[in-house]
């Protein structure tokens, strides 16, 4: 199975200087509870941000850059490489991040797991459009946090 986990502002925001333009400990929580057990797929920028809990986790890390190397995760050259390692493991598959990884896995996942944060944010990377791939909410769960809402939303095609 493979899953998209995402969280976006009101406009699509995902990002900001290779990062989340946000800090809410609700979201965090969310994404470690829910590929907990899995692979996670991210791409280089993703990674650096995630290094440290990258140690407990199987992560495998896109980069077509020879010469880098990750710490803590495999690395593969592509999208479609980090699929078929990830695939060997048997486990639940979480693609992470970032944009171009989330445009190219759209049309491959079975479940999209969209956190929507009722708030607006600065920054400069936007999740690609989901919508014409998954159709069908499967859950809804929203949340109240001391600085926003949250709609936690897992989608399937």
């Not at 200087?17 to 609700?26: R, T, V």
């Not at 929580?29 to 797929?41: A, P, R, S």
């Not at 699929?83 to 989330?102: F, Q």
Request: aromatic share 10%; with cysteine; glycine share 4%.
């Amino acid at each position: 199975m493979i899953n998209i986990i995402v969280a976006c502002d009101k406009n699509n925001l995902i990002g900001r200087n290779g990062k989340l333009p946000w800090n809410i400990k609700e979201d965090w929580e969310y994404f470690l509870k829910e590929t907990h057990d899995g692979v996670l797929i991210m791409g280089r920028k993703c990674y650096l941000e995630f290094e440290e809990q990258a140690k407990k986790r199987k992560v495998i890390a896109l980069s077509r850059n020879p010469n880098m190397k990750f710490a803590h995760a495999e690395k593969a050259k592509s999208l479609s490489e980090a699929l078929s390692l990830a695939n060997k493991l048997n486990r639940t598959v979480w693609i992470c991040g970032g944009r171009a990884i989330y445009k190219e896995a759209l049309p491959l996942a079975d479940h999209l797991y969209l956190t929507e944060i009722d708030a607006e944010f600065c920054g400069d990377v936007y999740l690609p459009p989901w919508q014409n791939y998954f159709k069908k909410e499967v859950t809804r769960k929203s949340l109240e946090t001391p600085s926003c809402k949250l709609t936690f939303r897992v989608l399937s095609k």
